[in-house]
């Protein structure tokens, strides 16, 4: 559904992928500072091609009613500056809702993934009827945890998984 926001906030618009945001997403992806807490540092080609899988991936999930993956526009210049989504995660015996968030470096310290995060938190809860969300943060991502603590999330403490050869905290809503 290109040009079809799923939800606006004051500064943003979450939307679904489109084939121009390619370049963007390639950059954010190959950001050592981004990716530093989530995966292995991306060369150009591998990132490049991660994002162009995204993007197809996404796409294909870009249904209002159900959980995905979204780009987040500024609505000031229409720039697409971040991913936020929810994405099934298995704990070893029970599905969750995971919320995770990414934000182009120049754009971050200023509010913007809470706002993302916590327009996509209630519209999981009040459309889509998840009454409850987690998210993995590595230990030392002290600005995702930020995030969390003003979402209202709560660590679990102890419960610590490995995701992409990294340790990752289980924080839960609400
Ligand atoms: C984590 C991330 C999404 C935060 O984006 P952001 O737009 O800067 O977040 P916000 O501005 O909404 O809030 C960040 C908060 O963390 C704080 N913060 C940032 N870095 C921090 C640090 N190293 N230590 C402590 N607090 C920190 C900020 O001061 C702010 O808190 P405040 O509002 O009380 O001042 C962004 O840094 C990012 O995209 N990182 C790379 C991808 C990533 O790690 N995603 C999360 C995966 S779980």
Known sequence: MP???????????????????LDALGALYQDPAVTRYLC???????????A?????F???????????IWAIE?????RMIGRVGLSPWDDGGRLH???????????????????????????ANTVLGLPTLVALVHPENEGSKRVLTKMRFWPHPGWVVQEAGMPREVWTWP
């Open 3 to 21: 040009g079809t926001a799923l939800l606006q906030t004051e500064r943003l618009r979450l939307r679904a992928f489109q084939d121009r945001d």
């Open 97 to 123: 809702w995971e919320l995770g968030y990414l934000l182009a470096t120049d754009q971050q310290g200023q509010g913007l993934a809470t706002e993302a995060a916590t327009a996509l938190r209630d519209h």
């Open 74 to 78: 500024a609505r000031a210049d229409g």
């Open 52 to 56: 162009a899988a995204a993007i197809a």
């Open 58 to 68: 996404c796409q294909r999930r870009a249904d209002p009613h159900q959980p995905g």
């Open 40 to 50: 292995p540092p991306m060369d150009r080609l591998t990132a490049w091609r991660a």
